[in-house]
């Protein structure tokens, strides 16, 4: 709640600096060249930029990132003439403040449902007024082109798709099998999890499933899954308190309220599953590393499943992680985020991403290259679950423009209060769309 707020005091401000004209002045020096050719680097004198990365402030991914960052600056960086400094922003607060205060701010690890507000008030420019048609045209092929459209906002992208995952069911192995589960046979729809969450707490006192309703992104996939939207196709309006979208939390509430339900926030509940002590948990494969290391430890088998399904209708995964925003200031360093852009997001960049911190690798055909990861996908086969649901994916909500982090605020406020309270989850999710909406005018 607390970072709810002060993102809430965040957008506030920006609306009214926005108001006072204040704004404009502060991200007026973004790059003021509409030429896309990019010019020559020095490698005798290089070009620094910045990259703004929540990654680095993450225990579990501050590793990889700085291997990657160091891979590039090795490769890459030293024979083009670039060198990237990496600034922490764990709270993706660090660069909006920075660009206020008129400080260059290159590169941004950027979460999808403010990009919006990013491209407005921010200075972030869509990659196709920055890079040559051509060279971005021959870079994006081979990506998962679901993945593509990811940071696509009025027909050009303003975020390429960098760290990113579909929310799949990880599964205790020993749990299951002490409440005669099969982990080889996971549950498939939502009432399959209470079933199973039930049998696991009857036969070993343990919580059988977690979800928690602060997580800030599986809801949408929720939502998706049953029929339900969350804003109309051209996000003017919010459609949540719809009948399939109740439908979504009337169950989810159920199983929470069932005893087999772990109770806690995001920083609680990964921690009781890599205790060994709850069976099933929805998260991002982000975690993977952690809980592979956790299982090991703990002497239990980690096993997965895609994410389940309201009765018959198919499920629909929405990604989590990141896209890469970007706002060069210079013709010098508009080359020099290409070249690093181009490296995080080619073949050696993502299968750092993948095997050191856990992401997808968006060009999906790595996983079948013995180059690169065909030999750690056959080692981790909870990825092939991950790349399957990549064929179907919706893109996770952006919240439009100046009103993102109020709207986006009120929906997760309203998720957390119909599903962990006695609130009655009609009147919370109708009074939240109402609000929204009131917002969005």
Known sequence: MKKISIFLTFGLLLLFLAGCGIWGQQTSTASESTSTDLVELDPDNPTPINFYTYSLAIPSMKDGMEQLIQDFNDTV?????????AVADPNFQQYQA???????????????????????????????DVFPEEELNAHLEGISENALQL??????????????????????????????????????????????????????????????????????????????????????????????????????KDIYNSGAHAIGSTSDVPEQFMAGNLGMYITST???????????????????????????????????????AVRPESPEKKAATWEFIKYVTGPEGYTTITEQIGYLPLRTGLAEDPDYLKDFVAENP?????????????????????????????????????????????????????AINNALE
Not at 289 to 308: I, T, V
């Open 98 to 128: 920075d660009i206020t205060a008129g400080k260059e701010v290159d590169v941004v690890q950027h979460v999808f449902g403010t990009l919006d507000a990013s491209r407005m008030n921010l200075g972030f420019e869509a990659y196709e």
């Open 286 to 324: 982000a975690m993977h590393s952690g809980f592979k290391a956790a299982s090991e430890a703990g002497g239990w088998d980690l096993y997965g499943a895609a994410l389940p399904q309201f009765g018959d209708k198919p499920s629909i995964p929405v990604n989590s992680g990141s896209v890469l």
């Open 382 to 434: 909870l990825y092939k679950i991950n790349l399957k649901q990549l064929e179907h994916i919706r893109p996770a909500t952006i919240w439009p423009g100046d009103s993102a982090t109020e709207t986006s605020a009120i929906f997760s406020d309203t998720i957390v209060e119909s599903i962990s309270t006695d609130a009655d989850v009609a009147e919370s999710l109708k009074n939240a769309e109402k």
């Open 151 to 252: 940071g696509v906002i009025d027909e050009k992208m303003y975020g390429l798709a960098f760290t990113f995952s579909t929310p799949i069911v990880f599964i205790n192995g020993g749990l299951f099998e002490e409440a005669g589960l099969d982990p080889n046979d996971p549950p498939e729809t939502w009432a399959d999890i209470k079933d199973y969450a039930l049998q696991i707490k009857e036969a070993t006192g343990k919580d059988g499933f977690g979800l928690e309703p602060d997580n800030g992104w599986v809801t949408d996939s929720v939502f998706f899954s049953n029929g339900a939207d969350i804003l109309t196709e051209d996000r003017s309006e919010a459609v949540f308190a719809s009948e399939e979208g109740m439908e979504a939390m009337e169950t989810w």
């Open 77 to 85: 960086g030293k024979e083009k003439g670039v060198i990237v400094e």
